[in-house]
């Protein structure tokens, strides 16, 4: 079975004339598109209240272009910004959730230092009353101090 390509592209060097017509061309749709974004943008996020018709007729005068290019210019910039503001509350989300975990390893820490802080006072009020051993000093020398800097650097 022969299988059959088609291709609708078009080269520079094929159509030397109309080189200059198709960069101008592009140039012209990316200014349109730059501008209908950014009033989109004003429009949602800014509180400037036009519609999408006065959108249209600004761009046809600013620009001097048909219905064509403002357009397809509009429905693209609309396109992006519903992208980018999906996009914004992704980011808001993950960020959320990070922000939640951090909170809860803080959380977990304090309880940790708490405890560890707990510890020391028992030994202090033991060593009060009398009532420590070696065996108590060694402990709270090796094992409660050095936990309880330890966490505090940690925090």
Known sequence: MKVFS????????EFPDLKNTVLHDL???????????KCLYDRAYKGAAF????????LKKQFHLNDYIPLSAVHEAKGLLKANAALNKKLIQKTDKR????RMKIREK????EKVICEKEKMIRKTKLHGT???????????????????????
Not at 6 to 13: D, G, I, P, T
Not at 51 to 58: A, G, T, V
Not at 133 to 155: F, H, N, R
Request: hydrophobic share 30%.
């Open 6 to 13: 088609l291709s609708n592209r078009f080269y520079y060097r």
């Open 51 to 58: 519609k999408d018709s006065e959108l249209h007729q600004l």
């Open 133 to 155: 051993t070696e065996k108590d000093y060694l402990y709270e020398a090796t094992v409660i101090d050095p936990s309880t800097k330890e966490q505090k650097k940690e925090m």
């Open 27 to 37: 140039d012209v749709y990316n200014r349109v598109l730059h501008k209908a974004y």
């Open 99 to 102: 922000m939640n975990r951090i």
């Open 110 to 113: 304090e309880t940790e230092l």
